[in-house]
């Protein structure tokens, strides 16, 4: 036991010297309106200790209130990001749909112009194979179509309806390697017969060497044949090329209609006779 006492005499001591220094403080403390000498010293001694309490208090509510902060933030910023994406998809469809207007409103002044009755049709499918260029629109037989029948867009020249079901029909595209559309250059009234090439080009064939053709004429149907009444926009001429030999000139055309791009077209109610 003295052993134990030796060895640990310093600890005992101090914790005792503790002990008795509380005691004697919490004697003082009766007198309330004077602090001793002691008490003074006891609160030097302790008033680091209490500072350093109070400042890890304060941090740790400060990061704990930091931390609820940002987890707001973050909740708001969800919220906002939500919000942003939600206008976006309205403005997208607002614009989808003046976009839609205008190209509907361009297809009703055509239609006004035209004396033949027509039926408006959206496209709803297409076959890009490397031997057809055809367009599915939403009209039939039931709206009165017939296989023969001109199809034509704001712009111009679309095609040729050659298939007909009960609420569908297939259109052959002027690009077609098929397609054969009587044709007349706009300013110098030259001739010819507009014949897809695949792709998105097409030629004037059959326009003699002697013609006046030139780049940036505009080509538009003849109205020879019945098909397509005469002065719709067929296309525009990209290239001429007369050679040495041959009695006819080879001559590009690009269509006034961006068929990739195609979306409502016009079936004009009349087949040749």
């Not at 001694?45 to 990061?63: E, I, Q, R």
């Not at 910023?77 to 403005?91: F, G, I, M, P």
């Not at 055509?110 to 055809?134: C, H, N, Y």
């Not at 003699?208 to 719709?232: A, C, H, W």
Request: charged residues 25%; glycine residues 10%; positive net charge.
């Amino acid at each position: 036991m003295l052993d134990l006492i030796k060895k640990y005499r310093v600890f005992l001591l101090t914790g005792a010297a503790l002990l008795a220094a509380l005691a004697f403080y919490s004697l003082s403390l009766r007198d309330k309106e004077h602090a001793s000498g002691f008490e003074r010293v006891v609160l030097n001694v302790f008033s680091p200790v209490h500072n350093v309490g109070a400042g890890v208090g304060d941090f740790f509510s400060t990061v704990w209130n930091d931390y609820i902060d940002l987890v707001d933030v973050r909740t708001e910023n969800k919220q906002l990001r939500e919000a942003v994406k939600t206008l976006n998809s309205r403005v997208i469809e607002n614009r989808e749909a003046v976009r839609e207007n205008e190209r509907l409103r361009m297809l009703l002044d055509l239609k006004a112009i035209q004396r033949a009755p027509s039926v408006a049709a959206m496209v709803i499918g297409e076959d890009s194979s490397p031997w057809f260029k055809t367009l599915v629109i939403n009209r039939g037989s039931v709206d009165g179509l017939q296989e023969g029948m001109p199809v034509v867009a704001a712009n111009g020249v679309v095609g040729q309806v050659v298939k007909v079901a009960a609420g569908s029909s297939r259109v052959l595209l002027l690009t077609d390697n098929a397609s054969g559309i009587a044709s007349v250059v706009q300013r110098s009234r030259a001739r010819g017969v507009v014949k897809g090439k695949g792709g998105s080009l097409c030629s004037l064939e059959f326009s003699l060497r002697d013609e006046d053709v030139k780049v940036g004429d505009v080509v538009v149907t003849s109205g020879i044949g019945g098909i397509f009444p005469k002065g719709l926009v067929v296309g525009e001429v990209t290239m001429v090329k007369k050679g040495e030999y041959g009695i006819f000139q080879t001559i590009n055309v690009r269509p006034a209609v961006n068929m990739a791009k195609l979306e409502e077209v016009l079936v004009l109610l009349q087949k040749a006779p």
